[in-house]
């Protein structure tokens, strides 16, 4: 298992190689030079379009004036995954690479915010908001600030330690709190106060990793009220909605993958273990609750279909992460790699975006989700085994 999962790293590899590290996003439909003048700047247009742009089984972009790009978040997990990668073999071309997209995350920053953010590059119409492209997410900065203490931690270098202090001051100052008695939820973006819970704990994540280093009591004490909110609205069956507006309603896979990973970065960073046993019950229900037998990642907790990418690839991430608390967890990583490199892997080295219940395939490559997570993860795994 461990040749066949480096032979598909191998493969992903030279594909992102080749293709310069370039893409397309499931959610860049409103790029569409053809048809992005006539949603005539109408929400339900804009959603209509984009929807229907990532949701059609054939990719249509090359015909509707879509072009492939480099993604900020992708960069990011592919920085983690050749750091990931060097640890492994010790070959140098890895530390080169994941130096590149460190590099390349500096240099390409949002504009007009203090602090070190990242944003799509293109616009995003969601259901609750309109995003401009190039403004940042705390979902973004926060999976970025990671891969930069992954490289301080890696490389010794001090300029990536700041980096992610900078990523913390953009939380700090730009995006606003809801409050909720004695806790509080962090903006999902800073052009309008969201909550969502995946963002809110990956932006106390990374405020709790970071406050590891530098020791800002500020930082700590948003994390923990920001944790305390989520944790707040845990379910009786342990799960977590999306968000507690009710158009947020779902409990889908790689979103309680992102809190369970996100809540346990924070207990094992500040050493407050107070809610480890709400941490425990919420991956119990995660583990059972996600997986079909032979390693299969459902999507949502009640239904399996679509079979998407970015739910094996953080599957085999947060299992990974929680092989200290579940003994059975790196035997269902395997399960869930083997998976996702028999069913979902072309022979070209990249990784499909979706199968459908009806036998389609979306094989349209995209960068963060699919290429860059599955980089990630597999790189993860095999550092285990």
Same mark, same amino acid.
């Given at each position: ?8 790293? /191998? ?9 310069? %590290? ?12 053809? $048809?992005?003048? @006539?949603? @005539? *700047?109408?929400?339900? /247009? ?17 015909? $509707?004036?879509?072009?492939? #790009? ?53 616009? %995003? ?17 926060? $999976?970025?600030?990671?891969? @930069? &203490? ?18 913390? *001051?953009?939380?700090? #100052? ?25 963002? #809110?704990? &990956?932006?106390?994540?990374?405020? !709790? ?6 020791? #800002? ?15 707040? %609205? ?16 779902? =409990? ?26 709400? &941490? ?9 609750? @996600? ?20 739910? !094996? ?5 947060? /299992? =990974? ?13 395997? *399960? ?19 199968? %459908? ?24 795994? &095999?550092?285990?085994?």
């Amino acid at each position: 298992m461990k040749d066949k999962i480096l032979q598909s790293i /191998l493969k992903l590899d030279r594909w992102l190689e080749e293709n310069n %590290y370039k893409a397309y996003d499931p959610f860049d439909g409103l790029s569409s030079v053809i $048809l992005r003048p @006539f949603t @005539f *700047k109408n929400r339900f /247009l804009r959603i209509a379009l984009q929807q229907g742009i990532r949701r059609f089984p054939i990719n249509l972009r090359p015909f $509707l004036g879509v072009r492939k #790009n480099y993604s900020s978040k992708g960069m990011g997990f592919l920085a983690r995954g050749y750091i990931r990668l060097h640890k492994t073999t010790g070959k140098e071309e890895y530390a080169k690479k994941a130096k590149y997209c460190l590099d390349w995350l500096v240099e390409h920053q949002s504009k007009g915010y203090s602090g070190a953010c990242w944003g799509n590059h293109f616009d %995003y119409q969601s259901r609750v908001f309109y995003l401009p492209k190039g403004v940042p997410t705390v979902v973004w900065v926060s $999976l970025i600030g990671h891969a @930069f &203490l992954d490289a301080y931690e890696h490389f010794k270098d001090k300029n990536y330690l700041d980096t992610a202090i900078s990523s913390c *001051k953009h939380i700090m #100052n730009h995006l606003s709190r809801y409050q909720d008695g004695e806790t509080a939820c962090i903006s999902y973006i800073p052009i309008d106060n969201k909550q969502v819970h995946n963002a #809110n704990t &990956l932006g106390a994540s990374l405020l !709790a990793r970071t406050y590891k280093y530098c020791k #800002n009591d500020e930082l700590r004490s948003l994390a923990a009220k920001a944790i305390r909110y989520t944790l707040k %609205y845990q379910r009786e069956d342990h799960s977590w909605f999306y968000g507690e507006s009710p158009n947020l309603h779902w =409990v889908d896979n790689f979103h309680t993958a992102y809190v369970l990973d996100s809540i346990k970065i924070y207990i094992e960073n500040t050493g407050d273990k107070e809610y480890r046993d709400r &941490l425990e019950t919420g991956y119990d229900f995660w583990r059972n609750n @996600f997986f079909l037998v032979d390693g299969t990642p459902k999507y949502y907790d009640r239904k399996i279909f679509p079979l998407d990418i970015q739910c !094996a690839s953080q599957a085999i991430d947060t /299992l =990974v992460f929680f092989s200290d608390i579940d003994e059975t967890s790196i035997d269902m990583a395997m *399960k869930v790699a083997n998976w996702a490199i028999d069913n979902m892997q072309d022979e070209s080295g990249y990784f499909y975006y979706r199968r %459908y219940n009806h036998g389609m395939i979306n094989k349209t490559p995209t960068l963060h989700w699919g290429q860059a997570t599955m980089l990630c993860s597999l790189s993860g795994l &095999l550092q285990r085994l």
